[in-house]
């Protein structure tokens, strides 16, 4: 089983729509990242938090450290949207390392 | 753009060679970490220098080796190439290591492809 676990792996939504990717993780952690892969491969940290609540934009993280759940929601969903989400849990103290997600494929349709 | 910069963006060579990956760091940054993402295995972590030092190992093979140096900049050694090792090679810097958690900015990666 791995330590972090995203759902759903495959996202089809329709331009508009409301979107949500969950994220479960089995470990201590010290912060999450929200990460962000366009086709090409680039990484982009969209946010780090380790507790509560963050927005940029049309973009929302939020944490619960007791439950040990990470959620990523997207308002107005664009196909500029279409990536593939990444969780990953900061584990460590001391010298950290990430943990990754196996990841979150987002299609947004016109 | 991160700040981070990686050569090269793309690498092709047979099996059995030996190639380097360079990474450098955003200004001021004293952590370097290299991350692989390969098809099968995903995103996992190879290892992490903080200012020129060894700070943490990850699901780092024996065939791969790393520095920081006194620069910042780091390099990722991979020997003896197979197959298995084409993927995605990032590298990733964070102000500090130590105490407090500092986030971390990705490279653009450098996709290594071994024929």
């Known amino acids: 089983k791995n330590e972090v676990e995203q759902s759903p792996q495959n996202l089809t939504a329709q331009e508009g729509e409301f979107i949500t990717i969950n994220c479960s993780y089995s470990v201590g952690i010290s912060a999450l990242h929200w990460l962000q892969q366009h086709p090409g491969g680039g990484i982009v940290s969209l946010f780090m938090l380790s507790s509560g609540k963050k927005k940029h934009g049309r973009l929302i993280a939020t944490i619960n450290i007791q439950e040990k759940h990470s959620s990523l929601h997207i308002t107005a969903s664009h196909p500029r949207d279409s990536a593939v989400y990444i969780c990953?849990?900061?584990?460590?103290?001391?010298?950290?390392?990430?943990?990754f997600g196996k990841g979150t494929k987002l299609s947004v349709i016109p | 753009d991160s700040g981070v910069t990686q050569t090269p963006k793309h690498l092709i060579t047979a099996t059995g060679q030996r190639v380097t990956l360079r990474c450098s760091p955003r200004?001021?940054?004293?952590?370097v970490y290299w991350y692989q993402q390969s098809l099968d295995q995903g995103l996992q972590f190879l290892i992490q220098y903080y200012n020129g030092e060894e700070r943490a190992k990850g699901n780092i093979l024996e065939r791969f080796s790393a520095q920081q140096f006194p620069d910042l900049h780091s390099e990722l050694n991979l020997s003896s190439l197979e197959l298995g090792d084409s993927a995605l090679y990032f590298c990733?810097?964070?102000?500090?290591?130590?105490?407090?958690?500092?986030?971390?900015?990705f490279g653009p990666g450098t996709r290594l492809t071994v024929l």
């Open positions: 200004s001021g940054d004293l952590s």
């Open positions: 990733a810097s964070s102000v500090g290591s130590g105490g407090a958690y500092y986030e971390q900015f």
């Open positions: 990953a849990a900061v584990t460590g103290a001391g010298s950290y390392q990430l943990t």
